[in-house]
């Protein structure tokens, strides 16, 4: 069974700029969720995803956002990018996201803002 | 008072022996409790997940919960060279709404050495 699959590995963008990152959770899985990981913060937490609808959302400004497709695959967008939001951005999938279902995460996209 | 709180470390172990990872929480209502392990420039592993109070084995590895105290442990029995990574302590918390809403401590850097 394939894993959680993340797309781009490494992007390289500049302030102002948007982006898009996307996911593929594993096959069956339909809860997905993001997380920004950075040396200083830690590993965060910035929405998650069921059924195409957004249940869950962390302290994130607005310019953060996803969505989340029919097949379960997710995407996040960030617009008007800042040099604080260069980190590790992590996708995870669920079956449905239940109390005692286990999370397992992408590889990652690593964001770098100039 | 961080949620999730971890003794940052650098934990060093020998090879050979157990390695005792700590962490505390603030939400008392959290009911899933997970142990991840991540190596530098790696995504995060899960390697195990505890729900009730007592322990929980599997293969070199030992979870221990106390609701009452509010903390969850991490035994690493026979270390190894290879078990040398952050080992990151998350919780799911009720009070949120769970679902994929994981917080998680900083992680404890762990070295162990031949």
């Known amino acids: 069974k394939a894993g959680v699959t993340q797309t781009p590995r490494y992007l390289i963008k500049t302030r102002g700029q948007q982006v898009t990152l996307s996911c593929s959770p594993i096959?069956?899985?339909?809860?997905v969720s993001w997380y920004q990981q950075t040396p200083g913060q830690g590993l965060q937490f910035l929405f998650e995803?069921?059924?195409?609808?957004?249940?869950n959302k962390g302290n994130f400004p607005g310019r953060f956002s996803g969505r989340q497709f029919s097949n379960s695959r997710s995407e996040m967008n960030v617009s008007t990018l800042e040099l604080g939001d260069s980190a590790l951005y992590l996708c995870?999938?669920?079956?449905?996201?239940?109390?005692?279902?286990?999370?397992?995460f992408g590889s990652g996209t690593q964001l770098s803002v100039l | 008072q961080k949620e999730v709180e971890q003794n940052s470390g650098p934990l060093s172990v020998p090879e050979g022996a157990i390695a005792s990872l700590n962490c505390t929480y603030s939400?008392?209502?959290?009911?899933?409790f997970f142990w991840y392990r991540q190596y530098s420039g790696k995504s995060p592993e899960l390697i195990m997940s505890i729900y009730s109070n007592g322990d929980k084995e599997d293969g070199r590895f030992t979870a221990q919960l106390n609701k009452a105290s509010q903390y969850v442990s991490l035994l690493i029995r026979d270390s190894q060279p290879s078990d040398s990574a952050t080992y990151l302590c998350?919780?799911?918390?009720?009070?949120?709404?769970?679902?994929?809403?994981?917080?998680f401590g900083a992680g404890t850097r762990l070295a162990v050495h031949p």
């Open positions: 998350a919780v799911k918390p009720r009070i949120s709404g769970g679902y994929n809403k994981l917080i």
């Open positions: 995803y069921f059924s195409e609808t957004q249940r």
């Open positions: 995870a999938s669920s079956l449905t996201g239940a109390d005692n279902e286990k999370l397992f």
């Open positions: 939400d008392r209502v959290s009911q899933s």
């Open positions: 096959s069956g899985h339909r809860s």
